[in-house]
Structure formats: structure tokens, C-alpha cells
């Protein structure tokens, strides 16, 4: 596909781009398709739907954010077996996180970002353009990227999402179709992390029941309950912090609870672990 900037984006940058004929049927079907979203995995089935035609890529990360804390937890989607935990710690680091910074940047545009190793930096009326060394965009695994979000520090709930191994043209006609499936997205992530994310919504289960937790979230459990760091947890189980701590988000999330202590405790108290002798 075509990944230039047009002569119009770059003389005028209309922002009177309609939909075509298909494009329109898509979004209709996207926007319909949304309001049936339950859990995680109707999100990922929704976004390699007809979501996909419209915007074609392989990688996802999203970052929620609740008004009562400053962070975003994060999350990422792959179709590709080249992009996975290693990259999802390398991208988001504080210190030089390429998506990290991508996420900065959108927080102080308020349009979509997209970053490409071939185009130099750009601004237009409703996007934007990054310039990325060949050789950091190729470590990301990411290849080319758009971010954009909805929200921001003042919103009851604020979300941010990357768009990664983006094949769609990077031009007006993308930025339009991401400006106009946000808010969709926006309330599909919502939906979707309602019943997990005690930042955000209560997940406090009408039956009293808990969402399952995986192997490694029983394991990092048990070192949380020894009193251990996220360093301490990363370097026994070779992960790095970032990983640990998104770890300790979902643990806190499954268990409804607001803080470690808390999470080991009633982790012992369900028989989820053993206590330390």
C-alpha cells in the first residue's frame, strides 16, 4: 500500500475526507459489532474484523487510566509472532520506550501520531508526523506505528492506543478513519476492562467469585507475599520490572484489591498460595 504523504495532505490538509461506499458499510459494521464486546478476547476477534480493513495492522498496545491515578496500565494485542513481551518492556521503558515517547507526544498534540523511518516530521491540521531511526523502529518490531487516544488528564477514564506493523497509508485518509473509530474503541476498552480494573470501575463479582490468575501471577504472588520488589521478582524470574509490575496490575485487578499486601493476603486466604514458613 501506498505510504506517502499526498500532494493535498501536504498543500492543504482538507479535512473534508469522506467515506467511500465500502468504507462507510465497514464502519457501521465495526460500530454495530462494537456494542456486543464483552472480554478481551471479543476485543482482538472485533479489531481483525472489519476494523481491520480499515485500519490494517498487526500490533496493539492500550493504556487505561482511571482520574484517581496519574499512570496507564497497559496491555498489547499481536497477530505476529515477532512482537511479544520483550519488545511490549523494550517500547514502553520511561527512560527511552519508543511508544513511550509516542504516547507523550499525543498527550501534548491531541491528534493522531504516526512515526515512520522514511518521512520527515510533520505537522498538519488533524495529524502528525514522526521521523524514527531505521535501526530503533527495527529493534521495536513495530515497523511503522499511528497512536492516538481519547481523553486526557481531567476524564473520568482516559485511553491510549498504538497501532503497530500499521500496513494502511500513512495520510489524511488513516488519520480521518482513526479520529472517527476512537470513541468506538474508546468505549470497547472501557467495556472490556470494566470487570478487571479497580482504578477505573469496580470488579467486585455480583457471585463473589474470582477471575482465574495465570501460572506466573500465581508466582509472582508468592514473592509478593515474601516481601520481595519488582526487581527482586524480575531478576528471579529473568523478566524485567516493567513485566513484574504489569503482573502485580492484573493480580490487583482479578483479586479487587488496592494494594500488595492485600493481594497476599487474600490470596491466603482463598488457598490461591502457601504461607512462607
Given at each position: 500500500m501506498d505510504t506517502t504523504i499526498t500532494g493535498i495532505d501536504q498543500a492543504n490538509d482538507q479535512w473534508t475526507l469522506a467515506l467511500n461506499e465500502e468504507q462507510r458499510a465497514?464502519?457501521?459494521e465495526v460500530i454495530e459489532e462494537s456494542l456486543r464486546l464483552q472480554h478481551r478476547s471479543h476485543l482482538f476477534n472485533w479489531l481483525q474484523r472489519g476494523f481491520q480493513c480499515l485500519l490494517a495492522h498487526e500490533v496493539v498496545i492500550i493504556g487505561v487510566r482511571g482520574l484517581e491515578r496519574a499512570s496507564y496500565d497497559y496491555e498489547y494485542l499481536t497477530s505476529s509472532r515477532y512482537f511479544g513481551d520483550t519488545q511490549f518492556d523494550q517500547v514502553l521503558n520511561d527512560e527511552d520506550g519508543l511508544v513511550s515517547e509516542a504516547f507523550t507526544r499525543w498527550s501534548k498534540l491531541g491528534m493522531p501520531v504516526f512515526y515512520h523511518t522514511e518521512l520527515t516530521a510533520q505537522q498538519y491540521?488533524?495529524?502528525?508526523v514522526e521521523h524514527v531511526d531505521a535501526e530503533r523502529m527495527l529493534a521495536s518490531e513495530l515497523k511503522r506505528f499511528v497512536v492516538h487516544g481519547f481523553g486526557n488528564e481531567h476524564?473520568?477514564?482516559a485511553t491510549m492506543v498504538m497501532f503497530g506493523r500499521l500496513s494502511s497509508p500513512v495520510n489524511a485518509q488513516t488519520a480521518h478513519l482513526l479520529e472517527l473509530l476512537m470513541p468506538h474503541l474508546h468505549c470497547a476498552i472501557v467495556k472490556v476492562?470494566?470487570?478487571?480494573c479497580p482504578s477505573v470501575l469496580s470488579?467486585?463479582?455480583?457471585?463473589?467469585r474470582i477471575k482465574p490468575l495465570s501460572k506466573r501471577e500465581l508466582e509472582v504472588l508468592e514473592w509478593l507475599?515474601?516481601?520481595?520488589?519488582?526487581?527482586?521478582?524480575?531478576?528471579i524470574m529473568t523478566v524485567s520490572p516493567l513485566t513484574i509490575k504489569?503482573?502485580?496490575q492484573n493480580i490487583l485487578r482479578k483479586l479487587d484489591v488496592e494494594n500488595r499486601s492485600q493481594a497476599a493476603s487474600k490470596a491466603l486466604k482463598l488457598g490461591l498460595i502457601a504461607r512462607k514458613q
Open positions: 465497514l464502519f457501521m491540521n488533524h495529524y502528525a476524564s473520568r477514564i476492562t470494566a470487570n478487571k470488579t467486585t463479582a455480583r457471585n463473589g507475599q515474601a516481601g520481595k520488589t519488582n526487581w527482586e521478582i524480575g531478576n504489569n503482573h502485580v
